[in-house]
Every structure is written in C-alpha cells, then in structure tokens.
DNA sequence: TTGTTCCATAAGCACTCACTTATGGAGAGG
DNA sequence: CCTCTCCATAAGTGAGTGCTTATGGAACAA
C-alpha cells in the first residue's frame, strides 16, 4: 500500500531505474554502480548515493557494509509491493480474498445488470 | 523498454495512480473519475484530464468516446510494459530469453562437468 | 436556433527534486 | 601517527511538472 506508493515513486526516475538494472545482474558496491551509470553518461557520485538512499528507503534495494565498502543489491521488499499494487489494480477479485464465498456467489448470481437509480437510490451492495 | 519507460514515469505521481484505482473499479467517463478523486480531496478538473492524457500516452489507459463522453479504461500495454520490466529485472534469465538451446547446452553441461562426489561436497556455485 | 453538459487545451505560477560542488567520517594500510 | 580510498551528507541552484483559472469545441436537448 503505502510500501507500493514509496517504490512507485522511487520507480518514477529514470536514473533509479537503471541503477535498479545494474543491480538485477547481481549485488555491487556503490563505487561499481557510479562506475556502470557513467557508461551511460556523466553523473557524479553523490547524486548516486542520492538515488541509492531513496531506493533503500523505498525498499528496493538492501545495503551491507564490507569493509569500507557498501555494497548494495536488490529488495524483494519493494518489489513485491509493486508487484502486488498491480496484481491488485489488474485482478478484480483480489480485495475480496476475504469472503470468497460471498463473492462466487455474488457472481453466479449477478448476470442481471442492474444500472445505478437515481433519487436516494443507494442500493444494498454488500 | 521505452514503453516501460513512459509507464514507470506516469506511475511516479500519487494522483495518477489513484486514477488507475478507480478505473480498476471499471471504464468510466472522465466526469466520474473527477468525482472519485474529489472524495480524497479537491482537484480540479483540467488536472485530471491532464493526469488521463499522461496515462494514456503511457498506454495505461484507453479511451472510448461514447456520446459528448470519454470513456476511461485500464490499458494492458502500459501494465503489461510495467510488469514485464519487473520480471526482467527479477529473473536473471529473461535476458537470455533468445538463444535458450545455447543456454540449455550450457546447463547441461554444467551438470556433466562437475559431478561431485559424497556427503562432504558443500562446494555450489551459480 | 439557443442553451447546457462534458471535456480538452492554453497560459501562468509555485514548488518539488535531481543535480552540482564542497566537505567530512570510517576503514585499511604504510 | 598519516594517508588514501570509499562513501554519505550539506548547501545551493535550475529545470521540470503539477496545479490553477480561463477558454472554446463537440454533442445533445429544447
């Protein structure tokens, strides 16, 4: 949820995301993924450790010291809070996991579409 | 890829992803999604237009018209773009999607050369 | 026709944020 | 000790962008 928004957000520039695909192809110190995004173009090493940060917080990355060194990898935490906020914006069913059973039957039952009504029309719906 | 991309960067703004809430509630004309988003606070109504043109560039939404309406809906190819990026940065295969006999030969391979012997062999490497 | 509803575009403004340079702390080694 | 490397933080600046109000076109009703 609020997890999603927070990697969501972190997703939205450009610059995170590549520093995301650096890591997918295994964990690097921070000096190693400065190096890789000046393949691409110049770019200074706070504005690295910048990004790094927002992405810790947001859960799509983890750090761990080494010596004096940080090397950084991939968060599933982060992930899989986007992977969920899409699932849950693609399948219908999912926030209603709870009563599975109200909702089949809601559906075996449903076939007879019924349009909003007007005046102080705020049908029953469960 | 650049269709990830313009997905990625319409997704970094909070109102437009609730835009994309709403509408995972089914197609609505654009009137109503103002409504919807009025219920979390006040907007105007060119900023949600504004909003829907940038999901739609995106190709996260489609557009329908349907009299003097526009009709809004949840566009497969922008959420299709998202997650296929996400599973490429997960799955340290994706990439070698293409030469997958080179890949099977490779594995097999692997397999044959080293066959370790007994309870004490730990060694295990990717 | 006129009037009304629905919606997109134009223009301007304020604020966010990604970048820079400068700096300093922490660890490894001479 | 001193020095060098690695990296995070501080402070300031500029461009991008999300918001507003104002406007006008398109479709439908009377």
Redesign the interface.
Same mark, same amino acid.
């Given at each position: 949820m609020t997890a999603a928004?927070a990697a $969501?957000?972190a &997703?939205?520039? %450009?610059t995170r #995301?590549r520093v $995301?695909?650096v890591l997918?192809g295994g964990e690097r110190p921070a000096g190693a993924v400065v190096d890789a995004l000046r393949e691409h173009g110049p770019i200074s090493q706070p504005a690295v450790s910048q990004h790094l940060r927002v992405l810790l917080d947001a859960g799509l990355v983890t750090v761990r010291a080494e010596g004096t060194r940080r090397v950084y990898a &991939?968060g599933a935490e982060g *992930?899989v809070a986007? #992977?969920e906020w *899409?699932v #849950? $914006?693609?399948d %219908?069913l999912a926030p209603f996991a709870q009563p599975l059973d109200a909702l089949a039957t809601e559906v075996a039952r449903g076939r007879r579409a019924r349009r909003p009504e007007g005046p102080g029309g705020q049908a029953r719906r469960a």
């Amino acid at each position: 949820m609020t997890a999603a928004a927070a990697a $969501l957000d972190a &997703l939205g520039d %450009p610059t995170r #995301r590549r520093v $995301l695909e650096v890591l997918s192809g295994g964990e690097r110190p921070a000096g190693a993924v400065v190096d890789a995004l000046r393949e691409h173009g110049p770019i200074s090493q706070p504005a690295v450790s910048q990004h790094l940060r927002v992405l810790l917080d947001a859960g799509l990355v983890t750090v761990r010291a080494e010596g004096t060194r940080r090397v950084y990898a &991939l968060g599933a935490e982060g *992930l899989v809070a986007v #992977r969920e906020w *899409l699932v #849950r $914006l693609t399948d %219908p069913l999912a926030p209603f996991a709870q009563p599975l059973d109200a909702l089949a039957t809601e559906v075996a039952r449903g076939r007879r579409a019924r349009r909003p009504e007007g005046p102080g029309g705020q049908a029953r719906r469960a």
